[in-house]
């Protein structure tokens, strides 16, 4: 039987990082050391479901009813939420980004997709 491997949760994030970043989930893997394709994807459904606590529960351990551990501090699940925020507004700020790049663009070709013909 293989063995189970536990990754911190500062790893994790960072992987959810790489991956709002559109980094390949070969180069995140082959960075960070991540063994399993499939557990970056879980990481990734958790991130979006905002399911933060999940990151930190221990290795083949379920919380039930959705809720992180008993030990973890008020703190710290300010700083989980807080991280998750920051990460969404960094993804609101690439979009726009792009939404801005997207419009110079059609502008410099001559026509806008929203002008009537």
């Known amino acids: 039987m293989?063995?189970?491997?536990?990754y911190p949760v500062e790893l994790k994030m960072k992987a959810i990082e790489m991956r709002l970043a559109e980094v390949p989930v070969k180069e995140v893997m082959d960075k960070l050391g991540i063994r399993n394709k499939t557990q970056l994807e879980t990481w990734m459904r958790w991130y979006r479901n905002g399911?933060?606590?999940?990151?930190?529960?221990?290795?083949?351990?379920?919380?039930?009813?959705?809720?992180?551990?008993?030990?973890?501090?008020?703190?710290?699940?300010?700083?989980?939420?807080?991280?998750?925020?920051?990460?969404?507004?960094?993804?609101?700020?690439?979009?726009?980004?792009?939404?801005?790049?997207?419009?110079q663009k059609s502008l410099s070709l001559g026509s806008s997709p929203f002008e009537k013909k």
């Open 51 to 103: 399911e933060l606590h999940r990151l930190e529960q221990p290795v083949g351990k379920q919380y039930s009813y959705g809720k992180g551990p008993e030990h973890t501090t008020e703190l710290e699940k300010i700083k989980a939420e807080n991280r998750f925020l920051k990460q969404q507004l960094n993804l609101l700020k690439k979009y726009k980004e792009l939404e801005k790049r997207w419009k």
């Open 2 to 6: 293989a063995t189970r491997v536990s």
